[in-house]
């Protein structure tokens, strides 16, 4: 993958694009997660050219002057694909990145071919999490404090991050080693611009396409809120696998056969 800053509009964006065939895959990744997250699925999934960018203030990003909205992001997006050449795109999202798939598929539709949406809602009117769950989300603590991730990932994540097992904490180690850390107003930045933002009254109107993904052990996103998206896009089928909410990244293989044979 060649990862690169890109100037766009005057907002640096740190940006990976991996080689390969087309139609391209855009993914939009989850809160607080940099694109070295989408590594395991990315190496299960070697067909697709692949491009994924870490929003304003995450990862290798700097931070923007100004608050952004799901809208605002949508735009950034399509300005930086014209900077890249792409007319046309499949989009995924996982999680956080979710609302940002939808938002952009509605926003530039043209733009979109398929769309996928991993362990997601939609939006501000979701069905949520219980309230221990939503609360250890609310600080970026997990991210910067390893020890802590340990005790809390089975309880966020849900699915093989359950137990005290060795393997359990190989999984939570792997999985922080995915993680490029920025700041901490960078991930506020990201709960602020999902307030209020819900798809709900336009997810009808998507005509791309759509295939909706869940966890069956999900703490963060109940499986409700695939089976709503699902029922409410009009091209949408529904697929569950057997893991927790981070599934693209435990559960990658499987994830991308499913991936692989809806692109196609």
Known sequence: MQIRLHDVGGQMLRVGVRRGEHPALLLFNGIGASIELFAPLLDALPGPEAIMFDVPGVGGSPAPTLPYRPWTLALL??????????????????????????????????RCRRLIL?????GHLMVPGKLPVLLKMVTPRRYKDPDYMQRIAG??????????????????????????????????????AGLGWSSLPWLRLLRQPTLVMAGTDDPIVPMVNARILTRLIPDARLVTVND???FLVTSAR???????????
């Open 244 to 246: 927790g909410h981070l």
């Open 118 to 122: 991993a362990a997601t809602s939609p």
């Open 254 to 264: 499987h994830s991308a056969v499913v991936i692989d044979g809806f692109l196609k």
């Open 155 to 192: 309880d966020i994540y849900g699915g093989t991050f359950r137990g005290s097992s060795k393997g359990t904490s190989a999984r939570v180690r792997e999985h922080l080693r995915h993680v490029r850390w920025s700041s901490d107003y960078g991930y506020y930045l990201q709960l602020i």
């Open 77 to 110: 997006t399509a300005r930086l694909l014209d900077q890249l050449g792409y007319a046309q795109v499949d989009v995924l999202g996982v999680s956080w990145g979710g609302a940002l798939a939808q938002q952009f598929a509605f926003q530039h539709g043209e």
